[in-house]
Structure formats: structure tokens, C-alpha cells
């Protein structure tokens, strides 16, 4: 893409009405508009960032064996007076009516929707159990819609439900959805705290929220540095084996780890005997598992038949992970003075390429033959091909964050020479265009 046909409205100045870093840069690298109040348009830096994101959600819930599809935004308030939530669910929910003046909501989560699905359709205990999962706008009128798309009213969230004939099996697809979760953070460049968390009134059930450590977060957490120093990624964990993806969550749940309201410092110390094992820092909730029984299958009739012919009510848990959220939390964690540091793996593009004199033959010859490269081996590259001041096209391309800067100028190319930089240590070498090219694989 080049600079001079990206639609990249960058601004100079910090807007006012952003308190936290994260909102700051999306809105000052043009990632993202505010539409009205938590509800935003993403533009094309953020949307690409935000489609990266949605994959790598997407290519874990698969590997953990999940099946993706998609319910619609809108419900009807039916199913929700079915399961008993439609008037508890108070003034978050947007409430709708249609020409006929039926009632309908705007879908804040998907509970009652997959289970009238799964009954409709699964009778017996053959085709349990089943992992299904979808990523979709929601709706929630939060009462303080803040720090940007971190707590918007409308957010991309990936949804996914499990349903099983009891507790055991409920507990391993909860189980699959843990590490498919360690995985998905950890390849953003993060890491993932899971912290026991609120349950509720019913008992036996289990939950985690997923804390990503970034120093601007909002909780407060207490943890095990065991759980920075686990590779989850670097594990072939198979899935179709339940009680090794077990020992996975086994390991995690017996380490210390707490949010404030939780935190206990004498349990702790005690827990963690060695003080410099200790790890005391910021987080943010970017995911949210869940198993809450028969509570909707229950109103819902969610039966199938088992092995005996005997009707039985599945049992069910739901998986969350703030999809819009993301990139925001990403940038929490990963920023600097000069703007955004984006991890490979959810940059919007690998490299940058600034030509700094755009009326020198050479360089200008230079950067379309770097240019023309990249994009035949398929590396995502931003050609800042402007007539601007170098100063602005660095400035720029520091802000939006990609992992690689190439710049090219009249004494380099005069020599064959590009200068490559790395964004985030801000180490600079000058390469041969074919060294270069090589170091991002093209
Ligand atoms: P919170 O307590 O922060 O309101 P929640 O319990 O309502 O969160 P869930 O219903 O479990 O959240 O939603 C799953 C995930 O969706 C959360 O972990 C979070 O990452 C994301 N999420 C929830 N509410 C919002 C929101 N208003 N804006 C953006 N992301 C959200
Ligand atoms: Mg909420």
C-alpha cells in the first residue's frame, strides 16, 4: 500500500477526550472514530488489526476443535422470557421493536440463541459433545462507556458454547477452551493470567477471567512469575487427549494468582516462598470461561437422550474473549513515547518503507524496486511515497507502530545501501537491499 492512496487521517495533537494511552494512539493513528458514545467505526489501520486479531481467535477455537458459526445480532425477546433473563437483564440490554410490534433485542451475549439451536437439532447422546462458537457484534448499554473500544456499548466479541452430558465432560471441554485461551494471548505477544473468578450463587461451577499484563491496566495483579516463564507455545499440546491438555490447566491453577479484590499478601508470600518469584503488576480482562451447568438447558429443555433412552438435560459452559477489546489491550502493553509497537503477528503491516526524498532518482528507483519485492513474496508493506518532510515520516510511522522500518535516502541508495529499523529496541543496521529483504523473508 502506499502512503500517498492509504486513507490514514494520523492526528498531530493528543485528543482531549481520551484518558488512557491506548485510546490516545488509536485515535491519533486513525485507527478508529467515534460514531456516538461507545460505538466506533474502524478504519483501515485499526480494522486491519482488528481482522488479525479475529483470526488468530479464529485458527485456535478450531485447533481446540470448536466449529465456528454465526447467530444474528438481532433476537427475539421470546427466547429470552423462555430462559428467565429477559427482564432480569435490566437496562444494559437494547430493547427493539418491530413494524408488527414485536419485541427484539439487540443481542448482548448468545446463550438462550445456541441453546434453542442445539436442542432444536441434537436428540441424542451420539452427537455429544459439541464445541461452537461465533464472532459477532454485541450490544450492551454499559452506564460508562469508556477509554475507547476497551468498554464500548457495541464490541466484536467471540462467543463460544460447550455442551456435554455431565460435569466430567463439561469439565473437559471447559479444559480444551483454558489452553486454546493461553494460546490465543500468547500469540499476540501477551501474557494471560487466568484468575478464578466470581461463579455466582449456583455451586459446582467454575470460571476464569484472562488478565493480559499491561503496566496501564486497570486490576491490580498478584501472580506466580512461573506463568511468564511458561512456553505454552512452544508445546504441541493435543487436544484429543484430555488429560494432557489437564495437566496444562493443572500446572496454571495451582500457582498463586489474584486480582486485588482477591489478593491475600500472607498467601501469597506463603505460596510463593521465593520473594524474586513474586510478580506484582497491571492487567487488563480481555476473556472469560465460564461453566454455569444446566442453567439455561434447564428452562430451555436442552435434553438429549442417553445411552439408556432415559432423557438427560446437557450441561453447558460459555467462553468469551473481547475481540474489539484487543488491540487496545495490545497497545497497553506494547507502546512507547512515540506511538504504537505492534507484535508481528497482529501488525497491520510488517514493514514500513520511507522514502525520505521522493525527488531523488535513486532513492526513489530504490524504494520501487524494495517495494515491488515485498509485495511479490506476500510481505505487507507501507510505502510512504509521500512529498513530506522526512521528520513527519518518521514521526508517522514510529506512531503507527510497524514491527520494521526500511529508509531509504539519496546517500544510501547511491551506495545500494537501506537502512532497517526495529521498531521496538530501535536498533538501526544498514543492508544491501537483498540483506534486507532476506531478514523479513522476501
Ligand atoms: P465486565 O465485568 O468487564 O463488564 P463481563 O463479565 O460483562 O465483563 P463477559 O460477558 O464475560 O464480560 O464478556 C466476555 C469478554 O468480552 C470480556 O472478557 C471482555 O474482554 C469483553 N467485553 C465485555 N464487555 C465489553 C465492553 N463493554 N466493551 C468491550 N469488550 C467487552
Ligand atoms: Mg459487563
Redesign the pocket.
Known amino acids: 500500500m502506499r502512503s500517498s492512496q492509504f486513507f490514514l487521517p494520523t492526528l498531530r495533537e493528543n485528543p482531549a477526550e481520551a484518558e488512557i494511552v491506548s485510546h490516545r494512539l488509536m485515535l491519533r493513528a486513525g485507527m478508529i472514530r467515534q460514531a456516538s458514545a461507545g460505538i466506533y467505526s474502524w478504519l483501515p489501520l485499526g480494522f486491519k488489526v482488528l481482522k488479525k486479531v479475529e483470526q488468530i481467535v479464529r485458527e485456535e477455537q478450531d485447533r481446540a476443535g470448536c466449529q465456528e458459526v454465526l447467530m444474528p445480532t438481532i433476537q427475539s425477546a421470546d427466547l429470552w422470557k423462555e430462559s428467565g433473563r429477559y427482564d432480569a437483564y435490566g437496562k444494559e440490554m437494547l430493547r427493539i421493536k418491530d413494524r408488527r410490534d414485536r419485541e427484539m433485542l439487540y443481542g448482548p451475549?448468545n446463550e438462550e440463541q445456541i441453546t434453542q439451536i442445539f436442542r432444536d437439532s441434537i436428540k441424542s447422546y451420539r452427537y455429544v459433545p459439541k464445541m461452537l462458537y461465533h464472532i459477532q457484534w454485541k450490544f450492551?448499554d454499559?452506564v460508562r462507556?469508556r477509554f475507547g473500544?476497551?468498554?464500548?456499548?457495541e464490541?466484536l466479541?467471540k462467543d463460544a458454547y460447550s455442551f456435554d452430558m455431565d460435569y466430567e465432560g463439561a469439565k473437559r471441554s471447559y479444559n480444551k477452551f483454558f489452553v486454546a485461551y493461553l494460546r490465543t494471548f500468547a500469540r499476540m505477544g501477551m501474557h494471560a493470567i487466568p484468575m478464578e473468578a466470581e461463579t455466582g450463587p449456583i455451586g459446582g461451577n467454575l470460571s476464569h477471567?484472562f488478565i493480559v499484563l499491561a503496566d496501564t491496566g486497570e486490576s491490580q495483579v498478584y501472580c506466580d512469575r512461573k506463568f511468564l516463564d511458561y512456553d505454552v507455545l512452544g508445546k504441541d499440546i493435543n487436544y484429543e487427549n484430555p488429560s494432557e491438555v489437564e495437566g496444562v490447566v493443572k500446572h496454571f491453577t495451582s500457582l498463586y494468582a489474584r486480582t486485588d479484590e482477591k489478593h491475600d499478601q500472607s498467601a501469597f508470600e506463603k505460596e510463593v516462598a521465593d520473594a524474586g518469584q513474586r510478580y506484582v503488576g497491571r492487567g487488563i480482562?480481555?476473556?472469560?470461561i465460564f461453566y454455569f451447568g444446566t442453567k439455561y438447558s434447564e428452562p430451555l429443555k436442552a435434553q438429549v437422550q442417553d445411552k439408556d433412552g432415559n432423557p438427560l438435560t446437557v450441561h453447558m459452559g460459555s467462553y468469551?474473549?473481547?475481540v474489539?477489546?484487543m488491540p487496545a489491550a495490545i497497545i497497553e502493553a506494547s507502546h512507547d513515547e512515540n506511538g504504537i509497537v505492534w507484535p508481528e503477528s497482529v501488525a497491520p503491516f510488517k514493514v514500513g518503507l520511507i522514502n525520505i526524498k521522493v525527488d531523488d532518482a535513486a532513492a526513489t528507483r530504490m524504494c520501487e524496486d524494495i517495494y515491488a519485492k515485498l509485495r511479490n513474496a506476500n510481505v505487507e508493506v507501507l510505502y510512504d511515497d509521500r512529498d513530506e518532510r522526512a521528520g513527519a515520516k518518521f514521526a508517522e510511522m514510529d506512531l503507527i507502530g510497524l514491527p520494521w522500518q526500511f529508509v531509504v535516502g539519496p546517500r544510501g541508495a547511491a551506495k545500494g545501501l537501506v537502512e532497517m529499523k526495529n521498531r521496538k529496541t530501535g536498533e538501526k543496521v544498514e543492508l544491501s537491499v537483498d540483506a534486507a529483504l532476506e531478514r523479513l523473508g522476501a
Not at 473500544?149 to 456499548?153: D, I
Open positions: 451475549t450492551r454499559e462507556p473500544v476497551m468498554r464500548g456499548r464490541f466479541m477471567e480482562e480481555v476473556g472469560h468469551g474473549i473481547g474489539s477489546r
